[in-house]
């Protein structure tokens, strides 16, 4: 019987690891979607009313945080398949994939950690008039786009 609920725990943890590898994309979108991505950056700026040097600041700050962040999604990637690739061997025991746990947990927080200091480099960078606009048109952007989806509006 135990051997059974390992399998079924092995399946389960398995299952979604597959599951979020296959969301772990880096690159959305066709080369026309990304083209609209520029006319709304575009559009952006001129909303928020944003100086060249506020403009280049942005960039570089969107660029250095996606390096890191791409750096973090493939050592993630790399954990999830180790995971995978160990849980699959019959031997396995849980106290010795929980080292490859606590680095996927790891990676998952410093995730989280270099999220939220991208929103701090964005807001060092905008007025507090103009991170309050960006904050606005994110909120609205997420309510119309959730009915454009057919999903119920945003409280």
């Given amino acids: 019987m135990k051997t059974n609920i390992n399998t079924v725990v092995a399946v389960i943890v398995v299952a979604a690891v597959v599951a979020g ?28 009313n944003l100086s060249a040097d506020q403009q280049n600041r942005l960039e570089q700050a969107k ?9 973090l999604r493939n050592a993630l990637k790399e954990k999830r398949r180790e995971l995978q690739d160990a849980v699959a061997k019959p031997d396995i025991t849980r106290q010795q994939v929980d080292p490859i746990l606590a680095e ?3 990676l ?8 939220v200091d991208g929103i701090f480099a964005v807001k060092g960078i905008l007025s507090p008039e ?3 606009k960006l904050q606005s048109m994110k909120e609205k952007r997420m309510r ?12």
């Fill in 21 to 48: 590898n296959a969301f772990a994309g880096t690159e959305c979108g066709t080369s026309e979607q990304r083209g609209k991505g520029l006319k709304a950056k575009d559009a952006i700026a001129r909303e928020l």
């Fill in 63 to 71: 660029t250095a945080h996606r390096k890191v962040m791409e750096t």
């Fill in 104 to 106: 996927i947990k790891k």
């Fill in 108 to 115: 998952q927080s410093d995730m989280a950690d270099k999220r």
């Fill in 130 to 132: 103009q991170f309050a």
């Fill in 144 to 155: 119309n786009g959730n009915k454009k989806r057919g999903g119920k509006e945003r409280q």
